[in-house]
């Protein structure tokens, strides 16, 4: 159980270009998704928290414009990445608690990564 | 200083060995406590989840909570090639709106 699917798990966009990234848990509802930068060899960077039905909460220094995120449903969570460029360039992941309010741990997509010519 | 503290690595060690990871932490609201497996190119996957202080073993894995330490390991018996991965702890409480705080992670090489 808690699975969690991520789309596309590569992608390869010119600069200039919008990407959509998908997060769907499979097997239970999640009310709120999580996504996370990786960098090579470094651990996941928190971007935002995405709660369905409500605007996601970004976290400092990460700008709302340019990774545009919406959770539409209680299974499905979207990070846009607007006018990419190659500095935009990483590994995107996405994770689902399952529950309701209190506490549980995440379950993770296994990730896209970006690259932005 | 970080919340979640936890030695890069790398580690490596002989097929068959006893494998032990550690983290620690500063935030003493964090109550609750899980390990993750990242393999290279992969997202995480949750190998273990405890609840305040205490041990839980779960095959050849056992995760162990010293909270009055701030302290957790991870033991890995008879380590397998198949185990070779980065290692995350992660901690959390009921007062940060769901979110989990990551160590670094350690990466695991074991030699067949």
């Known amino acids: 159980g808690a699975v969690v699917s991520q789309h596309p798990s590569r992608v390869i966009c010119k600069s200039g270009t919008s990407v959509k990234i998908e997060c769907r848990s499979l097997d239970f509802q999640a009310t709120t998704m999580f996504w996370y930068r990786q960098f090579p060899k470094k651990s996941l960077m928190l971007m935002a928290t995405?709660?369905?039905?409500?605007?996601?909460?970004?976290e400092q220094g990460v700008e709302k414009d340019k990774f545009l995120i919406n959770h539409a449903s209680l299974t499905l969570s979207t990070l846009t990445v607007t006018s990419a460029h190659p500095e935009d360039s990483s590994f995107y992941i996405c994770?689902?608690?399952?529950?309701?309010?209190?506490?549980?741990?995440?379950?993770f997509g296994n990730g896209t990564r970006l690259t932005v010519t | 200083q970080k919340e979640v503290e936890q030695d890069p690595g790398p580690l490596s060690v002989p097929e068959g060995a006893i494998v032990s990871l550690n983290c620690t932490y500063s935030n003493s609201a964090f109550q609750y406590f899980m390990w993750y497996r990242q393999y290279s190119r992969k997202g995480p996957e949750l190998l273990m989840y405890t609840y305040s202080s205490g041990n839980k073993e779960d095959g050849r894995f056992t995760a162990q909570v010293d909270k009055s330490s701030k302290y957790i390991s991870l033991f890995i018996r008879d380590s397998q090639p198949s185990d070779s991965a980065t290692y995350l702890c992660a901690m959390g409480g009921d007062t940060n709106a769901g979110k989990s705080t990551f160590g670094d992670g350690t990466t695991l090489t074991v030699k067949p």
């Open positions: 994770s689902a608690k399952a529950g309701g309010a209190g506490y549980s741990p995440l379950h």
């Open positions: 995405s709660n369905e039905g409500s605007k996601a909460t970004y």
